[in-house]
């Protein structure tokens, strides 16, 4: 259940910091994706954000849509976004890619049947130097191999915090 005074007021306090216009509603954003525990941002809440910051409900949703970090639709509890450009995928990209799906058993766009994660793409994340990387919610792991993602999947599978 989305609880719309809470929402209200991650918008009034995003008024209360000092960013251009644009930046309050991607900071909006965040801290009520980050709120809902499936990760995603539901149209009762886009409308909250819109009245609240006057911002046509278009001028949102053309944010929701442009930055894939957001999400209209649910989510697992973890997100994992893989980065797929070329520095990541000529070192093991590939085979994390593959042990990833294999251990999850759900493709890109998918959701494990027990909603704790949902496997995304992503561009360079910025951490070439440590690739293969991947985010995991707002976590970064580098240097990954096939057996080191396996381990921390199976960990969050067993309840390890990130
Ligand atoms: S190419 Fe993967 S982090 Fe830059």
Do not use: W
Request: one cysteine or more.
């Amino acid at each position: 259940m989305i609880n719309l005074d809470e929402i209200k007021k991650i918008v009034h306090q995003a008024k209360n910091e000092t960013l251009e216009e644009q930046d309050i509603l991607i900071y909006t954003l965040h801290k009520i994706q980050d709120k809902i525990p499936n990760n995603f941002i539901p149209e009762e809440a886009a409308e909250v954000v819109s009245q609240e910051l006057k911002i046509p409900l278009s001028k949102v949703y053309e944010v929701l849509t442009f930055y894939t970090m957001f999400s209209t639709k649910q989510r697992g509890k973890y997100v994992i976004r893989v980065c797929t450009s070329l520095p990541c995928h000529v070192v093991n990209g590939r085979e994390i890619i593959q042990a990833i799906k294999d251990e999850l058993k759900i493709d890109f766009g998918q959701t494990t049947e027990d909603g704790l994660f949902t496997l995304e793409e992503t561009g360079c994340l910025g951490l070439c130097g440590v690739s293969p990387v991947i985010m995991i919610n707002q976590e970064y792991y580098g240097d990954l191999t096939p057996e080191k993602v396996r381990n921390i999947l199976r960990k969050i599978k067993g309840g390890a915090k990130i």
